[in-house]
């Protein structure tokens, strides 16, 4: 089972950006995808963006489409979460995890019963 670290959280302006990190350690596979999830006390658990391991398949929620990129460096076993143009409604508790994937879409990333492993989230707030 891989065990997965995020950090790059913190506290930033509307209209800026930040860049969450979500480490992995232990064996991974080709098969793995990475989901990037949000939660806040009133809004539950969100689906945010989703990456194969091999980078070549992404996804995105529609509310963060054309501002958060996700990436991976497959040297580093890293993989990114690059968040522009930030809105008081994106802070939450951002977590990355990690599950097999047959097929890499939104259809499935989305769903978190697919996963099997999970960071302990990073803080993001967004002030207005």
């Known amino acids: 089972q891989v065990q997965l670290v995020e950090s790059g959280g913190g506290l930033v302006q509307a209209g800026g950006s930040l860049r969450l990190s979500c480490a992995a350690s232990?064996?991974?596979?080709?098969?793995?995808?990475v989901g990037w999830f949000r939660q806040t006390p009133g809004k539950g658990q969100e689906f945010v963006a989703g990456?194969?391991?091999?980078?070549?398949?992404?996804c995105y929620t529609n509310p963060v489409k054309g501002r958060f990129t996700t990436s991976i460096d497959n040297a580093k076993n890293t993989v990114y979460l690059q968040m522009n143009s930030l809105k008081p409604e994106d802070t939450a508790v951002y977590y990355c995890a990690a599950g097999f994937f047959e097929h890499f879409s939104i259809a499935t990333m989305s769903q978190a019963g697919k996963y099997n492993s999970w960071g302990r989230g990073t803080q993001v707030n967004v002030s207005s």
């Open positions: 990456i194969s391991w091999s980078g070549g398949s992404t």
């Open positions: 232990g064996r991974t596979f080709s098969a793995y995808g």
